[in-house]
Nanobody, 127 residues
Framework: QVQLVESGGGLVQPGGSLRLSCAAS????????IGWFRQAPGKEREAVSCINNSDGEPYYADSLKGRFTISRDNTKNTVYLQMNSLQPEDTAVYYC????????????????????WGQGTQVTVAS
């Protein structure tokens, strides 16, 4: 089955950390840009981070630099998002996506335009 499956979400206290995983099945990630978006209730989708297909470099939303780190393990066909110093405003459903686009286009694609889109994992930051 061709799919992206996210995991690792949950409830965490402010200041805490979580690591999200996104595992691909039925296809390989190594030739795709792979990344994360999030959407909070009542808000628009927000780009979080991605690893670019052509140069392997990570790109982040400016507001998240320094707290979030994206990485990939091609041997496991998985991408990770390490999130530190989490705050209540980080509460959202986090989605994994993969596409052939370069990072600057990747962040602008509509949800239905991605080659692959996961089902999402809920992250709740609350005390």
């Amino acid at each position: 089955q061709v799919q992206l499956v996210e995991s690792g979400g949950g409830l965490v206290q402010p200041g805490g950390s979580l690591r999200l995983s996104c595992a691909a099945s039925g296809f390989t990630l190594d030739h795709l840009t792979i990344g994360w978006f999030r959407q909070a209730p009542g808000k628009e989708r927000e780009a979080v981070s991605c690893i670019n297909n052509s140069d392997g470099e990570p790109y982040y939303a400016d507001s998240l630099k320094g707290r979030f780190t994206i990485s990939r393990d091609n041997t496991k066909n998985t991408v990770y998002l390490q999130m530190n110093s989490l705050q209540p405003e980080d509460t959202a459903v986090y989605y994994c996506a993969a596409d052939r686009a370069e990072w600057y286009h990747f962040f602008l694609l509509d949800r239905g335009e991605f080659d692959y889109w996961g089902q999402g994992t809920q992250v709740t930051v609350a005390s």
